[in-house]
């Protein structure tokens, strides 16, 4: 798999059938290389992806991430290989521990310790390889990794790390962590917006679900945040620091600055200028070169 350094991240639960298609064939029509979505709510995981394979021609599709409590290990890798062969190699399995939220509340799991738990999935993930389809090459697999212990589990057992809602100071350090040669993918949300006031309010409803959630708060408390800055819808320090608005130069110069920090592939989240749930196809073009 060739991984161009950009590509495109939405939240498909929002969208009809008919919207995934125009995500999928923009995307690839404006030159992104990957298409990244989440597992949340609504579409399960692998359906939406041979969705998006289906109404693509070299389009990388990216779960970001498949949540490991969805499926069991043997599943998981047989889900892999199926969309990896049907593809000719064109899906990507991004894997992660998600959240207390939709791990217990949501499936009625109970959530444990996310490395231990991640390095065993992984250790069955390998077994289960002589179950599933075989493949010519190996799939790649890259983990959500906010901390520096899922970072280093990312560098020594998969092809990668993918974080989420973080700075390029933060992609400096998890460079360090994996090496030179590991995928590091970073996500971005974007804002072709230059009133500060409006750019917040589009910002704040954009993150609103994340400061409910322990592990990005952690995070974020490691990158120099406090809890001043989750106080209320979130702080303008810690909203300009996740959502890069203003003018088109400003948001290069912030995606320029995690390849400068190290990425070597930046997922593009285009925030709706009024804050609808739809992405924002103007930045996307004005972006994509």
Same mark, same amino acid.
């Given at each position: 798999?060739?991984?161009?350094?950009?590509?495109?991240?939405?939240?498909?639960?929002?969208?009809?059938?008919?919207?995934?298609?125009?995500?999928?064939?923009?995307?690839?029509?404006?030159?992104?290389?990957?298409?990244?979505? #989440?597992?949340?709510?609504?579409? &399960?995981?692998?359906?939406? !992806?041979?969705? %998006? @394979?289906?109404?693509?021609?070299? $389009? *990388? /599709?990216?779960?970001?991430?498949?949540?490991?409590?969805?499926?069991?290990?043997?599943?998981?890798?047989?889900?892999?290989?199926?969309?990896?062969?049907?593809?000719?190699?064109?899906?990507?399995?991004?894997?992660?521990?998600?959240?207390?939220?939709?791990?217990?509340?949501?499936?009625?799991?109970?959530?444990?310790?996310?490395?231990?738990?991640?390095?065993?999935?992984?250790?069955?993930?390998?077994?289960?390889?002589?179950?599933?389809?075989?493949?010519?090459?190996?799939?790649?697999?890259?983990?959500?990794?906010?901390?520096?212990?899922?970072?280093?589990?990312?560098?020594?057992?998969?092809?990668?790390?993918? #974080?989420?809602?973080?700075?390029? &100071?933060?992609?400096?350090? !998890?460079?360090? %962590? @994996?090496?030179?040669?590991?995928? $590091? *993918? /970073?996500?971005?949300?974007?804002?072709?917006?230059?009133?500060?006031?409006?750019?917040?309010?589009?910002?704040?409803?954009?993150?609103?679900?994340?400061?409910?959630?322990?592990?990005?708060?952690?995070?974020?408390?490691?990158?120099?945040?406090?809890?001043?800055?989750?106080?209320?819808?979130?702080?303008?320090?810690?909203?300009?620091?996740?959502?890069?608005?203003?003018?088109?130069?400003?948001?290069?110069?912030?995606?320029?600055?995690?390849?400068?920090?190290?990425?070597?592939?930046?997922?593009?989240?285009?925030?709706?200028?009024?804050?609808?749930?739809?992405?924002?196809?103007?930045?996307?073009?004005?972006?994509?070169?």
């Amino acid at each position: 798999m060739q991984l161009g350094q950009k590509g495109v991240f939405w939240f498909t639960d929002t969208l009809s059938p008919a919207q995934l298609v125009e995500l999928a064939e923009r995307s690839e029509q404006l030159g992104y290389s990957a298409l990244w979505y #989440p597992e949340a709510l609504s579409y &399960e995981c692998f359906s939406l !992806a041979g969705y %998006l @394979l289906a109404h693509s021609a070299k $389009l *990388i /599709v990216a779960s970001g991430i498949a949540n490991i409590y969805a499926r069991d290990p043997t599943t998981m890798k047989q889900g892999q290989h199926s969309l990896a062969k049907f593809s000719d190699g064109r899906f990507l399995l991004g894997l992660g521990v998600s959240h207390t939220l939709l791990v217990e509340d949501v499936r009625g799991h109970q959530y444990s310790r996310p490395v231990t738990t991640m390095r065993a999935y992984l250790d069955a993930m390998e077994k289960a390889a002589a179950n599933a389809p075989a493949l010519a090459e190996p799939a790649p697999v890259v983990l959500a990794a906010l901390g520096p212990r899922m970072t280093a589990l990312a560098g020594e057992r998969t092809t990668g790390a993918f #974080p989420y809602n973080v700075t390029p &100071e933060h992609t400096a350090a !998890a460079r360090a %962590l @994996l090496g030179p040669d590991k995928w $590091l *993918i /970073v996500e971005q949300k974007v804002l072709l917006v230059s009133d500060p006031g409006k750019a917040r309010d589009v910002a704040r409803q954009a993150l609103a679900f994340y400061l409910q959630l322990p592990n990005y708060l952690e995070n974020w408390k490691r990158l120099g945040f406090s809890d001043d800055d989750f106080a209320g819808s979130g702080s303008n320090r810690l909203l300009d620091a996740m959502v890069a608005w203003g003018t088109e130069q400003a948001i290069r110069q912030r995606i320029q600055a995690h390849f400068d920090a190290g990425a070597s592939h930046v997922c593009i989240q285009p925030l709706h200028p009024e804050g609808r749930p739809l992405p924002d196809y103007n930045a996307l073009a004005a972006l994509a070169a």
